[in-house]
């Protein structure tokens, strides 16, 4: 029956510390996201399968409540969530975090306790693959055929993307799509390209490191001129363009989209990062992404537009 409103999806990101939600107006995809919409809410991975979930379903109902003040109808929901995890039968098989909820069917389970129609759409995506199709439909990315995402955080996600459409293998294409575990030096891309891999840098070059530090407070040491931190951000561009430089010129890359944490840090990363990859042929553009954390929401989203990739 037609209730007069116009029709949105409650999207989610699902991440180690925060799960961000908003609600995406399908009628007017073209607006920005409905004034105080978006929230992050605190989530600890560690939790168990109670909470967790209790959390999840908290989240949803609140956005539930926002779009019938907005008068909304939610027509689905759309959750971006780290790997592995079983995207089609909606079962989680993490074990280095949300072990929790690992071997639950998470759709079947919200359903339930949201008391929703069996039917009800609800559907996963990869985040990294979330944060692409949202780059690329509403952000920096829009317009190119050939794009590599990558979201920089606790570690490295990639996806790729081939005139719209999610691509998982062909020329530059790494097994399953995967960056992170690639080979570099005398271990994986993951031990350098990763907060791990610029707090331990910074360690190594002697920062000081009296405190406990976030890549945020080395990133801010750097804009001030600290030369260690500076030195640090330096190098971790320089790493990324040579991990990149033959993968974006197998893959034919015409635009690079750079999301997560540490991309927020690009203009301290981007001129060594730019100039390793300069002479690749197809590539036009490399940049950060100008969603942030809307990225993936909207990634999310799409699939309720346009079913497929």
């Keep these: 029956m037609h209730t007069g409103k116009n029709k949105c999806?409650?999207?989610?990101?699902?991440?180690?510390?925060?799960?961000?939600?908003?609600?995406?107006?399908?009628?007017?995809?073209?607006?920005?996201?409905?004034?105080n919409c978006f929230q992050k809410v605190s989530i600890d991975s560690e939790a168990s399968a109670e909470?967790?979930?209790?959390?999840?379903?908290?989240?949803?109902?609140?956005?539930?409540?926002?779009?019938?003040?907005?008068?909304?109808?939610?027509?689905?929901?759309?959750?971006?969530?780290?790997g592995p995890?079983?995207?089609?039968?909606?079962?989680?098989?993490?074990?280095?975090?949300?072990?929790?909820?690992?071997?639950?069917?998470?759709?079947?389970?919200?359903i339930q306790l949201l008391q929703l129609e069996e039917e009800f759409p609800i559907q996963f995506e990869l985040d990294s693959e979330a944060f692409l199709i949202g780059e690329a439909w509403r952000g920096a990315a829009q317009n190119y055929n050939r794009i590599i995402g990558l979201t920089l955080g606790t570690g490295i996600g990639s996806s790729f993307m081939i005139n719209g459409r999610i691509v998982k293998e062909g020329p530059g294409i790494p097994p399953k799509g995967a960056i992170?575990?690639?080979?570099?030096?005398?271990?994986?891309?993951?031990?350098?390209?990763?907060?791990?891999?610029?707090?331990?840098?910074?360690q190594e070059l002697g920062g000081n490191y009296s405190e406990i530090l976030e890549v945020e407070k080395i990133s801010s040491r750097a804009l001030?001129?600290?030369?260690?931190?500076?030195?640090?951000?330096?190098?971790?561009?320089?790493?990324?363009?040579?991990?990149?430089?033959?993968?974006?010129?197998?893959?034919?890359?015409?635009?690079?989209?750079?999301?997560?944490?540490?991309?927020?840090?690009?203009?301290?990363?981007?001129?060594?990062?730019?100039?390793?990859?300069?002479s690749v042929p197809d590539l036009k553009k490399v940049t950060s992404s100008n969603l942030f954390d809307l990225s993936a929401l909207y990634g999310v989203a799409k699939r309720f537009i346009r079913p497929g990739k």
């Excluded at 999301?259 to 690009?266: A, R």
């Excluded at 981007?270 to 390793?276: F, G, S, T, V």
Aim: net charge positive.
């Design 85 to 110: 995890f079983d995207y089609e039968k909606s079962i989680s098989l993490m074990t280095h975090k949300f072990r929790g909820i690992y071997g639950i069917d998470l759709k079947h389970k919200l």
């Design 180 to 202: 992170w575990c690639l080979p570099y030096e005398d271990g994986i891309v993951e031990d350098k390209i990763s907060q791990h891999g610029i707090l331990k840098r910074y």
């Design 224 to 278: 001030k001129g600290d030369k260690i931190s500076s030195q640090v951000f330096k190098e971790f561009g320089l790493v990324l363009g040579k991990v990149l430089k033959p993968i974006v010129s197998q893959f034919r890359a015409q635009c690079l989209v750079l999301g997560g944490q540490i991309s927020k840090s690009f203009s301290l990363f981007a001129d060594p990062l730019k100039k390793e990859l300069r």
């Design 9 to 35: 999806v409650i999207a989610l990101d699902v991440g180690g510390t925060s799960l961000k939600w908003t609600l995406i107006d399908l009628n007017n995809v073209d607006s920005s996201i409905p004034i």
């Design 51 to 82: 909470v967790l979930i209790r959390t999840f379903v908290q989240t949803i109902k609140m956005a539930f409540q926002k779009a019938r003040a907005l008068r909304l109808e939610v027509v689905g929901i759309g959750i971006s969530m780290p």
